[in-house]
């Protein structure tokens, strides 16, 4: 079976910048606005950012446990909102995450992974299947696949 670092799955790279920082993690006024429609209390609107601007980046959604600490450092600083590991575990096993998960799909009219996207998975990996052999590539098309 191929190792993730044979795909195109996205995921956070190691060392971020600090412009990729600014660049890609920084929420916009909308996010903020968004966040203070949709979450309630100063620590459920940073995790709501830091969920919306992590999905941005990689497609899918993580966990704030498994977000790099350099990422949520950088929003709580724009957001000048302190919070410690206890609040992020809280939050993981809360109701409210997914809550804005279910936000920020709506927001960004995304859909879960369903029967439609089966179906779509099916189709590329049949189609690619004639002429690619390594699974590391039958992969990477289905992805690319789903992200179209």
Do not use: C, W
């Not at 890609?24 to 830091?50: C, D, M, N, V, W």
Request: hydrophobic share 35%; aromatic share 8%.
């Amino acid at each position: 079976m191929p190792g993730m670092h044979e795909t195109v799955y996205p995921r956070f790279k190691s060392n971020i910048s600090e412009k990729e920082l600014n660049d890609t993690y920084t929420p916009t006024h909308e996010e903020i606005k968004l966040s203070q429609k949709i979450a309630r209390g100063e620590k459920a609107k940073l995790f709501f950012l830091i969920i919306l601007k992590s999905f941005q980046r990689l497609g899918y959604f993580v966990t704030p446990a498994n977000i790099p600490q350099t990422i949520i450092q950088h929003i709580s600083k724009v957001m000048n909102i302190v919070a410690s590991s206890r609040d992020i575990e809280n939050y993981n096993k809360s109701g409210t995450r997914l809550r804005h998960v279910q936000a920020i799909r709506e927001y960004l009219n995304i859909k879960p992974y369903g029967s439609d996207a089966r179906h779509v998975l099916v189709r590329a990996i049949g189609a690619s299947a004639r002429t690619k052999d390594v699974p590391s590539d039958l992969i990477n098309v289905a992805i690319e696949e789903l992200i179209r």
